[in-house]
Antibody, heavy 118, light 109 residues
Framework: EVQLVESGGGLIQPGGSLRLSCVAS????????MSWVRQAPGKGLEWVST????????YYADSVKGRFTISRDNSKNTLYLQMNSLRAEDTAVYYC???????????WGQGTLVTVSS | NFMLTQPHSVSESPGKTVTISCTRS????????VQWYQQRPGSAPTTVIY?????PSGVPDRFSGSIDTSSNSASLTISGLKTEDEADYYC????????FGGGTKLTVL
């Protein structure tokens, strides 16, 4: 059974940093690209970032480029999102997602809430 | 990049059929696969359609997806509506980056 368990969310002041983690199980982690998708309170889904299975290729939404860094440790089956220079508009539930080989998301985690506020 | 436009809300009665549209603003809808995600209140999203018209295992065949190049749109059709289908539905596609539609709230009453 595929499981994706996020952690690391919390309350952080504007300008601060936070690192999210997502521990994966139930599949060969290194074989699959992974993504982060976020959802602001009461709003829709927004793609944040994607990383290839090897970790060699990364992609970012314009809204987070230069501030967020996606990475993975395939030996630990863990996906990360380092978030710097956080803004109020980054407040959201952040979902970890396993991608299908061709297109779209296969499995979603339960999400971790990040609140940026003074 | 392009936008995906969905109706804000739709409603239908149990047992009926409903179709949710997703219109691509520029570029062909057929250029990149469309996915559909269901999000029940208070829960994480789940995938109900991938690669335009494929159902993941466990998704009932009451759910179907299609694309229409003449209207440059994708559609999610749910037949035999059940109260458990009440949720937000999001379409998603890709060009140079991922794009999600704004979501459609389905009410089954």
């Amino acid at each position: 059974e595929v499981q994706l368990v996020e952690s690391g969310g919390g309350l952080i002041q504007p300008g601060g940093s936070l690192r999210l983690s997502c521990v994966a199980s139930g599949f060969t982690f290194s074989n699959y690209a992974m993504s982060w998708v976020r959802q602001a309170p009461g709003k829709g889904l927004e793609w944040v970032s994607t990383i290839s299975g090897s970790g060699d290729s990364t992609y970012y939404a314009d809204s987070v480029k230069g501030r967020f860094t996606i990475s993975r440790d395939n030996s630990k089956n863990t996906l990360y999102l380092q978030m710097n220079s956080l803004r109020a508009e980054d407040t959201a539930v952040y979902y970890c997602a396993k991608l299908r080989p061709v297109a779209g998301i296969d499995y979603w985690g339960q999400g971790t809430l990040v609140t940026v506020s003074s | 990049n392009f936008m995906l436009t969905q109706p804000h809300s739709v409603s239908e009665s149990p047992g009926k059929t409903v179709t949710i549209s997703c219109t691509r603003s520029s570029g062909s809808i057929a250029s990149n696969y469309v996915q559909w995600y269901q999000q029940r209140p208070g829960s994480a999203p789940t995938t109900v359609i991938y690669e335009d018209n494929h159902r993941p295992s466990g998704v009932p065949d009451r759910f179907s997806g299609s694309i229409d190049t003449s209207s440059n749109s994708a559609s999610l059709t749910i037949s035999g509506l059940k109260t458990e289908d009440e949720a937000d539905y999001y379409c998603q596609s890709y060009d140079r980056s991922w794009v999600f539609g704004g979501g459609t709230k389905l009410t089954v009453l």
